[in-house]
């Protein structure tokens, strides 16, 4: 079973810089392969970045420059940077693995950049 606890959403006003977290419950967070997605309002999910278990990096073209994707193994926690928010960054974020066939998530966490 694993479990991802994932926070770090508020209303902000944009030009700051914001970081979540995603907690992954177990003793296999090494292994695994995590990702960060964005639910905008009245749209799909979609990936903004991932980073595997060796520390590689990928992501969306709508993320490049702005977002960082980080992890830090002994805390079982992988970070997601926004800096220079924007209003178009506001959505539900949430984190993922992909582990023996089965996708598992976090709850999700809301950001909402307005001035």
């Known amino acids: 079973q694993v479990q991802l606890v994932d926070s770090g959403g508020c209303s902000v006003q944009p030009g700051g810089p914001l970081r979540f977290s995603c907690v992954v419950v177990?003793?296999?967070?090494?292994?695994?392969?995590v990702g960060w997605y964005r639910q905008a309002p009245g749209k799909q999910r979609d990936v903004v970045a991932t980073?595997?278990?060796?520390?590689?990096?990928n992501y969306a073209d709508s993320a490049k420059g702005r977002f960082t994707i980080s992890r830090d193994n002994a805390k079982n926690t992988v970070y997601l940077q926004i800096n220079i928010l924007k209003p178009e960054d506001t959505g539900v974020y949430s984190c993922?693995?992909?582990?023996?066939?089965?996708?598992?998530w976090g709850q999700g966490t809301q950001v909402t950049v307005s001035s």
């Open positions: 993922n693995v992909h582990y023996f066939g089965k996708d598992y």
């Open positions: 177990g003793n296999i967070f090494s292994i695994l392969d």
């Open positions: 980073i595997s278990n060796d520390g590689s990096t």
